[in-house]
Nanobody
């Protein structure tokens, strides 16, 4: 069983930055592919960024490219999402997700590819 705990959300003005963290417990963190998703009110949950077990491969949604950076510290069982140049449309609940992966270079980008989810952290960007 894997448990994920997100932190780092909050209220920020447009143009500002936040860094989200997701701490994982359970089996070896380096066996997990990780992803960040978000869900705004009235919208479906969507991928923001994903990272492979090794950290060598990443994926970004078009909305995140050039502004967000996903990274991981396997020694700390933690994945991060650095968010810069935030926009009001980035307002959402952000979720961390994980799934054990045998292919250590694979990134997972669909909701249904992940079995384990955190409780979410609210990000609100004011204009």
């Amino acid at each position: 069983q894997v448990q994920l705990v997100e932190s780092g959300g909050g209220l920020v003005q447009a143009g500002g930055s936040l860094r989200l963290s997701c701490a994982a417990s359970g089996r070896a963190f380096s066996d997990y592919a990780m992803g960040w998703f978000r869900q705004a009110p009235g919208k479906v949950r969507e991928i923001v960024a994903a990272i492979s077990c090794t950290g060598r491969r990443t994926y970004y949604a078009d909305s995140a490219k050039g502004r967000f950076t996903i990274s991981r510290e396997n020694a700390k069982n933690t994945v991060y999402l650095q968010m810069n140049s935030l926009k009001p449309e980035d307002t959402a609940v952000y979720y961390c997700a994980t799934q054990v992966q045998e292919d250590r270079f694979r990134v997972l980008v669909r909701n249904d590819e992940y079995d384990y989810w955190g409780q979410g952290t609210q990000v609100t960007v004011s204009s």
